[in-house]
């Protein structure tokens, strides 16, 4: 299947101070990315849908000044926290479709995760 | 409103064999999913469902009842390892993931 890299995979930070989460599609181009955020114990929260050349597409309640996304290629998107707080500390997942005629299969690839922790 | 319903926690014997439940609730549908997931690392693609029946893939089968918005993992010849949450995600019409809140499968000797 597709592969999806996320990096880094832990990163910790000070309160205040901004962070950047990177997802690359490795073998295919994503033209739209998903950034999920996973607080323990719970199911996964779509944060916003990326699309490649064009503003994010954000879920209700998600802050877009402090969640920035930038899906400057089609096979990288970022996703940076800005003045992160403690209660930001989450795990942050992206994923995307291979959309490759002939490829899709209506799965999801994730990436590995990010558990992000604001101290 | 959109809604997946899957049983929180459940608990098996190693060797034997475990069905998880879903069902689900979405605006239109375009599929069904079953992921699993580790504590601590991203989802893994287990089944994909669209069509009425049973499919069927090593250990694991699934199966989508469409008219009844239900849908079953089952997992056979349980492993320590298959201890996991498994996540039910049911995709509407505008190929968005609906997910449920997951299954805690605990897997004892």
């Known amino acids: 299947g597709a592969v999806v890299s996320q990096h880094p995979s832990r990163v910790i930070c000070k309160s205040g101070t901004s962070v950047k989460i990177e997802c690359r599609s490795l073998d295919f181009q994503a033209t739209t990315m998903f950034w999920y955020r996973q607080f323990p114990k719970q199911s996964l929260m779509l944060m916003a849908t990326?699309?490649?050349?064009?503003?994010?597409?954000?879920e209700q309640g998600v802050e877009k000044d402090k969640f920035l996304i930038n899906h400057a290629s089609l096979t990288l998107s970022t996703l940076t926290v800005t003045s992160a707080h403690p209660e930001d500390s989450s795990f942050y997942i992206c994923?995307?479709?291979?959309?490759?005629?002939?490829?899709?299969?209506?799965?999801?690839?994730f990436g590995e995760g990010s558990r992000l922790t604001v101290l | 409103g959109q809604n997946i319903d899957q049983p929180t926690e459940m608990t098996a014997t190693e060797g034997a064999i475990v069905q998880i439940n879903c069902t689900y609730q979405t605006s239109g549908f375009n599929g069904l999913f079953w992921y699993q997931q580790h504590a601590g690392e991203a989802p893994t693609f287990l089944s994909y469902?669209?069509l009425d029946g049973l499919e069927e893939k090593g250990r694991f089968s699934s199966f989508l009842s469409r008219s009844k918005g239900y849908s079953y993992l089952l997992l056979k010849e349980l492993q320590m390892k298959d201890s996991a949450s498994y996540l039910c995600a049911s995709m509407d019409s505008n190929y968005q993931l609906i997910w449920g809140a997951g299954t805690k499968l605990i897997i004892k000797p």
């Open positions: 990326s699309n490649e050349g064009s503003k994010a597409t954000y």
């Open positions: 994923s995307a479709r291979d959309l490759t005629s002939g490829r899709d299969t209506g799965e999801l690839f």
């Open positions: 469902n669209v």
